[in-house]
Every structure is written in structure tokens, then in C-alpha cells.
């Protein structure tokens, strides 16, 4: 069974930046691609950023050029480089094992002077 486990969410002024982390156990990790997600309030969770099991990567229109996702398959670990944050960035972010119907807790980011 998949676990996932996110961390490094918090509050932020606009143009700043957060790391965060997604800890997985439970599958053969070097063999999945995986993905970052979000929800904002009212609105459908979101598709962010997927980086593949070679390391490909793939981003949604508005956080290209600001967001970075990578990964270490050594340490079973997704993490999301979050840069020139703005208050449309406000959400609560998933990652999420591509093909895997299963979520974690998510981790809040806000952003707002």
C-alpha cells in the first residue's frame, strides 16, 4: 500500500519561495512516475508539475519557469521548488504516484503579504 507524506508548506509573502517534500514508501519507487497537485479553495484539484521515472519533467502553464520538481530515487523522495510565489499559488498541494488512486494528508501553502 502506497504512503505518501508531504511537508514544508507555510505562509509566505508573495515573491518568495518554499520547498516542498513527498516521503513514499510502499512501492518500487524508481519505477513510477510522480506528480504534484493542488486545490484551492472552491476550485479542482490540479495537475502542477509530473516528473517521470527517467527524469523527464512536465509542468501546467502557470508556474513554468517558477516551479522545479525533482526527485531522489535513493531516498524514496518528490520534492517541489516553489519560487516567485504569488497569492494564486494558495492551495493545499498533494503529490501523488502517477497511476496510484491514493492520497496524502497534503500541505498548505498561502501565500499573502
Known amino acids: 500500500q502506497v504512503q505518501l507524506v508531504e511537508s514544508g508548506g507555510g505562509l509566505v509573502q508573495p515573491g518568495g519561495s518554499l520547498r516542498l517534500s513527498c516521503a513514499v514508501s510502499?512501492?518500487?519507487?524508481?519505477?513510477?512516475?510522480m506528480q504534484w497537485y493542488r486545490q484551492a479553495p472552491r476550485k479542482q484539484r490540479e495537475l502542477v508539475a509530473t516528473i517521470t521515472s527517467g527524469g523527464s519533467r512536465n509542468y501546467v502553464d502557470s508556474v513554468q519557469g517558477r516551479f522545479t520538481i525533482s526527485r531522489d530515487n535513493a531516498k524514496n523522495t518528490v520534492w517541489l521548488q516553489m519560487n516567485n510565489l504569488k497569492p494564486e499559488d494558495t492551495a493545499v498541494y498533494y503529490c501523488?504516484?502517477?497511476?496510484?488512486?491514493?492520497w496524502g494528508q497534503g500541505t498548505q501553502v498561502t501565500v499573502s503579504s
Open positions: 501523488r504516484v502517477a497511476g496510484i488512486a491514493s
Open positions: 510502499g512501492i518500487i519507487f524508481n519505477r513510477y512516475h
